[in-house]
């Protein structure tokens, strides 16, 4: 389920951003790998059941979501473009889902204002310096 929302999400950006591709679109954790080329990194950090649902109905999956580019204005346009994409997607469409989804319908993305781990300890845990990102929640029936 997450590598299929990973590439879901990703369709989505490399549709509505001026990534050539979704060949430009990276899953592995975030690196110093991915600088020198214009690169959107979707890695989900963190999963927790909705507690306020009954019965463990949804899952709450977390990712970050950063943009590698250089110049670091590159990396800000990117980061910008994929906040509007997000923004304009408050829930996953059925025509972006993969077959592994389609029983979803569709599923609800926030951009969140605080992350499921502070952003300080999440960059420090994979071992990189705090850097501009989005924090995106994709809330999942189970």
Known sequence: MISAISKTL????AIETSLPGIEQVDFNPPSDALSGKATLNIYCYNYCWDEKKPLRS???????????DTPAWGEQALLS??????????????????????????LSIEVNSIPAIEPVVLWESLG?????????TVKVPS
């Open 128 to 136: 990189l310096p705090m850097r501009p990102a989005l924090y995106v």
């Open 81 to 106: 473009e994929a906040l509007s994409s997000l923004q304009n997607h408050p829930q996953l469409e059925a025509q972006f889902l993969s077959a592994e989804l389609e029983e979803a319908r569709s």
């Open 10 to 13: 990703a369709s989505v950006l």
């Open 58 to 68: 949804q899952v709450d999956l977390a990712f970050v979501i950063s943009a590698w």
